[in-house]
């Protein structure tokens, strides 16, 4: 059992685990009021693609509760506004969009019932989500692990375990499953410039649970491979077009090409909810640019002269032609993926 949890409903309220305060301290937010939540998703308190799917059903749901109208069709147009702000917290982790596209569906239709049976659905919806998570991420463990052989040097990239999700990881899923599998491998955690979710974040899920590590700079995977000591990479992602192509955090683009030139298989874990059906390749995935003070500071400190101007693309977009598999809550997709992924597009998709 993990000692810890990135997000719960907490009677009216939510608990989260401040991420920007870790690994040094372990500190619980309480939140009642939406907009903390935008607040939260918007500087990373709460991060990784389907935690923050999460946060918006809950934060949608925070929102429902302090609507104070009787008339349903009010009820309906002010919650619309508030899933609109919510939305607008960051771009490009299609989970949000998902996690907020099925709260509203679920208040039309109800759209004729009292007010507050429709503020119940959506509490029981958002924690009905993070139980749905967790079930989806255990068994995309259980699909996964196969790939993950005795004895490995496994790499990852920014941070995929039950931080960036409802409970138990993508990614980091995949490599729990196979540990719990009975599998002894060990893990090299790139340290994910410039927020360092590897070596926050990664490091300290990989401490708990017990798996051996070596954290590395971005910039040492080259060597590593030439050298012969990476056997597979495996990492998440945050959007995937209709054809594979895979917008996950800045610097896996860099990871898949190396894999690549040096046989080195690629994989990515992800929930079928990350697949955005209605783009067909990489290039319409909207990739965040965050403040250029997140590359010339570290933890706030300055590492940049004062007034450097600094690039800051929080994600980046890997081909799919450089992806071995996608592993998923239905098992591990092959290429072409225009056709495996196919028969999960849903009618209305
Ligand atoms: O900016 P972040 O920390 O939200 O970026 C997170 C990632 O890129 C993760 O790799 C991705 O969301 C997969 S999480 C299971």
Known sequence: MIPYCSICWDIDKIKLLDQRKLPQEEIYLEIRDYHE??????TLAIRGAPAIGVAAAMGAALGALEINTDDPREFQRR???????IAAARPTAINLFWALDRVQLLVQAHAD?????????LVIEAQAMLKEDETTNRRMGQAGQVVIKEGMQVLTHCNTGALATGAYGTALGVLRAAWEAGKRFTVWVDETRPLLQGARL?????????????????????TLMHQGRVSLVILGADRIAANGDTANKIGTYSVAVLAYHHGIPFYVAAPLSTVDFAIHDGSQIPVEERSGDEVTHLRGEPVAPAGAQALNLAFD??????????????????????SSLKPFRSPQE
């Open 202 to 222: 990664t490091t300290w899920e990989l401490g708990k649970l017990g798996i051996p590590y070596t954290l590395i700079p971005d910039g040492a995977a080259a």
């Open 79 to 85: 919650f619309l506004d508030i899933c609109r702000e």
């Open 317 to 338: 977009v890997t081909p799919n032609e450089l992806i071995s598999g996608i592993i998923t809550e239905k098992g591990v997709l092959k290429p072409p993926y225009i």
């Open 113 to 121: 019932e009292p007010v507050p049976a429709l503020k119940d659905y």
């Open 37 to 42: 939540v935008i607040e939260a998703i918007k």
